[in-house]
């Protein structure tokens, strides 16, 4: 099997990975949550169903929470970016969700198997699209969020930035503007549950 049938993976520093889809150090989809094949040539790259499509496992909060006001500031401050989203389990369940977004009507929707990734082993990812219909438009960074000593905790947080052919950047370009942007948010987080808190 060629390298684009697996995760491309590299360990850069503290965690980084790149890559455009999460698997077990086999090559097998990482266990927890539906993929499906993508084809590419004669490879094919396991990936999380698409996200309309996505199954729900969380019916969402009753009021807005810290974390969809976070996403809102920063949505509403960075017009660079497409779009955000944070993951983690929510209060009750066992299970990664989209806990906040900028498409509400997807929030409940179950994590990747990327987004649980970087939630669990503190791992930021950077997926340049490769492979799908958003390669060259938009490159997304998957950072684990930090609270407010600095210290990771399990949740994930995608930040999808604009990309074009032209822009001269390649696809690590993004990652440092993604962990300023994450790290901005650490003194507002005293931990995952607080996410959780109706404001």
Not at 19 to 44: I, L
Not at 103 to 132: C, H, L, Y
Not at 174 to 196: C, H, K, T, W, Y
């Amino acid at each position: 099997m060629s390298l684009f049938g697996t995760k491309l993976a590299i360990a850069l520093g503290a965690g980084l990975m790149l890559g455009t889809a999460a698997c077990s150090p086999g090559g097998q989809a990482a266990p927890g949550n539906a993929v499906e094949e993508v084809a590419v040539g004669n490879d094919s790259i396991p990936r999380a169903p698409s996200t309309p499509g996505t199954p729900k496992n969380w019916a969402g909060p009753q009021q807005k929470i810290l974390a969809q006001t976070l996403v809102d500031e920063l949505a509403a401050a960075h017009p660079e970016v497409v779009s955000i989203t944070i993951h983690a389990v929510p209060p009750g369940l066992s299970e990664y969700s989209m806990i906040a977004g900028t498409f509400p009507d997807r929030i409940g929707n179950m994590s990747s198997p990327g987004d649980i990734i970087t939630a669990k082993k503190g791992a930021t990812q950077v997926e340049s699209k490769w492979g799908t219909e958003n390669y060259g438009k938009k490159v997304s960074i998957v950072l684990p969020l930090k609270n407010k000593v600095g210290d990771y905790i399990p949740v994930a947080m995608v930040v999808a930035f604009k990309q074009s052919p032209d822009s001269g950047k390649i696809d690590t370009d993004f990652m440092q503007p993604g962990i300023v942007i994450r790290d901005g948010l650490n003194s507002r987080i005293e931990n995952a549950e607080a996410l959780f808190s109706p404001v």
